[in-house]
């Protein structure tokens, strides 16, 4: 999904950056701080999570927030509707470059590091 949508509005985005932390030059305004908030969300860290919140709300204001909030909901969302309804992964988006993506941002590693 934000593969095609910087495709389909012409920004730049490392997808490494999903996985690995803001690292380079990005179209995307306060990537930072969404990618800190994402961590804090993906880690489950309350204390982060409210410390993050608070800034995002003072540099981008309440609305903005709730709109982190609801991402960061329907991304969960998204992966236990997939899980529970059994959607295989690979071919799940009917792409063919699956793996290759999954190689490049080290989704492959989430499993593994999350199950140790």
């Known amino acids: 999904m934000l593969r095609e949508s910087n495709n389909t509005i012409g920004t730049t985005f490392d997808m490494t950056d999903v996985t690995g932390g803001v690292s380079g030059e990005t179209d995307i305004p306060h990537a930072d701080l969404l990618s800190a908030f994402a961590e804090a969300v993906y880690y489950r860290d309350g204390p982060l999570i409210g410390e993050i919140q608070t800034e ?34 690979e071919g799940a988006g009917g792409g063919t470059d699956t793996a290759d993506l999954r190689s490049e941002v080290g989704i492959d590693q989430f499993y593994r590091i999350a199950g140790e």
């Open 56 to 89: 995002i709300r003072q540099i981008l204001g309440d609305a903005a927030f709730v709109d982190c909030a609801a991402v960061a909901a329907a991304f969960h969302g998204f992966v236990r509707v997939a899980d529970a309804t059994g959607i295989p992964y």
